[in-house]
């Protein structure tokens, strides 16, 4: 076994769709909860595949997918409660549906309408962040802020296996160990950086960084919702009870390519893409769901039309979204007054105008 | 009372903390040692540990874990300890502090107060002695001010802490023990406005920071020979008062900007642009820039050729006089 190899890794769930048992980790649910998570993934992947179709049209400038990953956005979301803070990267699309946040604001950012747009406040769920790793910190400082207020909440913030090259991520574990701060550290490692792999990032499995700084670290099947939702669930609770940051690895794998921008056949061994298509998180509680009669055919079916429902609305939305004028911008760079963008604002108003004005002449 | 301009500082935050409860300070040693130029002398011990931070040595992290506690409705304000080791941090600022109000559609505010001891002038190592002031000013987001007195760096951090945009706020390091009386009853001045310090009928000299003091001392030297220099103190560098400055010029016809910062794409080179098409028929002279050469800050003993002087400020004033 290689450093790169997933070795020992939590797992409630197996390919096959049977449940094992965990001495560390075991997770209660009802048959209602088992279905929800099934169904959030499925719409998770429903509107990621309408980014990618979007993208093609011509209707987005870029669709980042998280093809292969819905299993551990959706586990570790559905551990939050309403209350606890996230930070996501920018392929947190599962966890952004999980949070209540209505697909269509991710839509308007990778169509260049916004840069986010969003309100965090609203569903506790924080811009998308494009500098790789740059959120770790602020998800930190964040959770700094939840311990001086004695809030008795979480911040949970993602990132990739790349992100963890970058020197804030390791600050940002530094910090929080130092600060003990409630804040829990979801590395998806999907394996790929754009073309670089593991192996061109680091020596050490991510999870065992962890020790180093001062806290626990756990890699978790990342392809497995029920291990990543119990996993989350204990580092969340410990993170509340003031016990401090806990890293969560979540071994899972991106079967696209980076971007609709990439070309991964460039760099990447079909073969491997196979392989790990057999180890698909849907099809994997779809098999469990069957096996235990927890859900039948017409639950399946439902369930794929809601998908295509979504898809469908997310696509006539985004084809009749207009483009917003730069005149609104200016007003959104300060809060207080600027006499700069005043008076650039006002001659940018005036130079349109002179095109109407001309215009009618 | 008569403060030191550092002592002003103290000041300010003191009273921050004191009026504010979200106000926090952050820094590499600010808590016991009050920081290398003690700027935060006393205030961990009177606020405590959870109001006045001692950090990990990581500039990046600080403005990056500033950034969160801003997020959950803290306002920090954080040290830099010198000039030239604010760019671990610079990705933070640039990326993350200044875009994030214009990134959530005008939404999040980031009340950050970056403080940042700039400037040459006391003999110090290499990336000690740097005045980065352009590579913010040239940031949409950001607010950058600097004071060149005690008084104006007791208001003018007042007013950069209650600011709800960030602002990097640069504190000439060289005049750190000048004394001068400051009323902490009210503020004198708006945030972002030029003051005359000095005024005059010949030329226009147009400084900030450390250089302020050093125009006062070139128009005193210019008056035994005759000549009336008007000094404004800049004060702040984005947003920039020209009204302020045009006013000037339109007066005197001609203009000189100072600074310690290379010249080579500096603060001179707006100032001297939007002055020149605002004053074009009132000029007598092209505007001219004083400051630093485009090179690394030299070592100690080369500064004194390095920094602007009285000599190179008046050799500016008779160029633009001759014309």
Known sequence: MTEHTPGEMVRLLTPDGERVPHPDYELESTPGELRGLYRDMVLARAADGEGVTLQRQGELALWPSLLGQEAAQIGSARALRDDDHVFPSYRDHGVALCRGLDPLHIFRLYRGVTHGGWDPAEHHFHLYTLVIGSQVLHATGYAMGVAADDAGTAVAVYFGDGATSQGDVSEAFNFAAVYNAPVVFFCQNNQWAISAGNERQFRAPIFRRAAGFGF?????????????????????ARARSGAGPMLIEAFTYRMGAHTTADDATRYRDPVEVEEWRGKDPIARLGLHLRKTGLADDEFFARTDREGADLAARL??????????????????????????????????????????????? | ?????????????RGAL???????????????????????????????EHRVLDTPLAESGIVGTAIGLALRGYRPVVEIQ???FVFPAYDQIVTQLAKMRARSGGRLGLPVVIRIPYGGGIGAVEHHSESPEALFAHVAGLRVVSPSG?????????????????VVFLEPKRRYYEKEPVDTSAPAAPLHSVRVVRPGRDMTLVGYGPTVRTCLDAAAAAEEDGVSLEVLDLRSLSPIDFDGIEASVRRTG?????????????????????ISERCFHHLEAPVLRVGGYHMPYPGGRMERDYLPDLDRVLDAAERALAY
């Open chain 1, 216 to 236: 626990p670290g756990v890699r978790v099947d990342g392809n497995d919702v029920l291990a990543c939702l119990a996993v989350t669930r204990a580092a969340l």
């Open chain 1, 315 to 361: 696509r006539s939305s985004v084809r009749a979204m207009p483009d917003p004028g730069l005149a609104d911008a200016f007003g959104r760079t300060y809060g207080d007054e600027h006499p700069l963008v005043a008076e650039e604002l006002a001659w940018f108003r005036e130079y349109s105008a002179s095109f109407a004005a001309a215009g009618e002449g």
């Open chain 2, 1 to 13: 009372m008569t403060l030191s301009l550092v002592r002003a500082i103290n000041e300010a935050l």
């Open chain 2, 18 to 48: 004191a009026d504010d409860p979200k106000v926090v300070l952050m820094g590499e040693d600010i808590g016991k040692l009050g920081g290398v130029f003690r700027a935060t002398e006393g205030l961990q011990k009177d606020f405590g």
């Open chain 2, 82 to 84: 010198f000039d030239g």
């Open chain 2, 150 to 166: 005690a008084a104006d760096a007791y208001w003018m951090l007042r007013q950069a802490i209650a600011c709800d945009d960030p």
């Open chain 2, 254 to 274: 001609r203009l000189s900007v100072v600074h310690e910062a290379p010249v080579f794409f500096g603060a001179g080179a707006e100032i001297a642009a939007r």
